[in-house]
């Protein structure tokens, strides 16, 4: 199967969300160059996995309505730019795909009045019953209307992985290496150093689909230190990929950026200080 055809089928299989796309795009690609990106190219970036004009005008009016992005019109073109209070969002979802992992120096036992065992999961804490939680003690504040009441590194962490359904988070590992793992093959060991139009499209539309396809289980993973974990867990092995992969898919894509891609000044730059601090942290 060719790298066109492999994008085609892996995008139909992700059963892609635009708006949620549309994230992944932001989060990747426009907010290290600046935050503002053209509609026409954001269309010409979504048609290439699928999703077509009207869905992302939908998709961009719902992110629009959550402040997510802010809308501005420049002569006959729209731009849209990440909105100021999504910021930190993006910030810290950057900082766990490109960033340094912080160790685990205990755990956290917090009484959060209010808090629904949903709403704890989706900010990544087990439940351990009424409204006490757990996470890992990476020297995070409690949060807002929490208590501390225990911090410390138990003797043996291991019976602590029951709070938490470690299972789909697996799974979610799982269909990102099957996804992902024949491209690894498929492209050579160096990144390729020349241009190539197609190729360097190729390059951008895999990348994104990979940070989507990583991102989706990444954000939901509380990262529990390995003697928690069982056995045959597939985190790191899909972290190692998804760091391998996006290196060597990195120069071809940012070549399909500064050729291609544009914002409220002009096409994006290919790198900048920004996207060049996110490559040394994963390197």
Not at 45 to 69: D, K, Y
Not at 225 to 236: E, S, V
Request: hydrophobic share 45%; net charge positive; glycine share 8%.
């Amino acid at each position: 199967m060719s790298k066109p055809d492999w994008i085609a089928a892996i995008s139909r299989d992700m059963r892609l969300n635009a708006a949620a796309f549309i994230v992944t795009v932001y989060g990747d690609i426009v907010v290290p160059r600046g935050g503002v990106l053209w509609t026409g190219t954001l269309i010409e970036l979504c048609a290439r996995v699928g999703i077509n004009e009207s869905l992302v005008r939908t998709a961009v009016s719902r992110l629009v309505a959550a402040h997510q992005l802010q809308g501005e019109r420049v002569g006959r073109r729209s731009y849209y730019r990440l909105d100021a209070s999504a910021r930190a969002v993006f910030d810290q979802a950057a900082a766990l795909l490109y960033g340094s992992d912080l160790p685990v120096r205990g755990w956290q036992v917090l009484h959060i009045p209010g808090l629904t065992p949903d709403e704890g999961r989706r900010l990544r804490m087990g439940h351990m019953g009424g409204s006490v939680f757990l996470r890992p003690d990476r020297g995070q504040p409690p949060p807002p209307g929490a208590i501390l009441l225990h911090a410390a590194a138990p003797d043996d962490p291991a019976p602590l992985a029951q709070f938490w359904d470690l299972s789909s988070l697996q799974q979610g590992y799982e269909a990102m290496l099957s996804r992902f793992l024949p491209l690894d093959t498929a492209l050579p060991a160096r990144p390729l150093a020349d241009a190539n139009a197609d190729v360097d499209a190729d390059a951008l539309v895999a990348r994104l689909l990979l940070v989507h396809a990583y991102r989706h289980v990444l954000l939901r993973d509380p990262r529990l230190p390995p003697a928690a974990l069982p056995r045959g867990w597939k985190g790191q092995e899909a972290r190692a990929l998804f760091r391998r992969l996006y290196l060597r898919l990195t120069p071809g894509a940012e070549r399909h950026i500064a050729a291609r891609l544009l914002g409220e000044a002009g096409p994006l730059p290919a790198r900048t200080a920004e996207s060049a601090a996110r490559l040394a942290g994963m390197a």
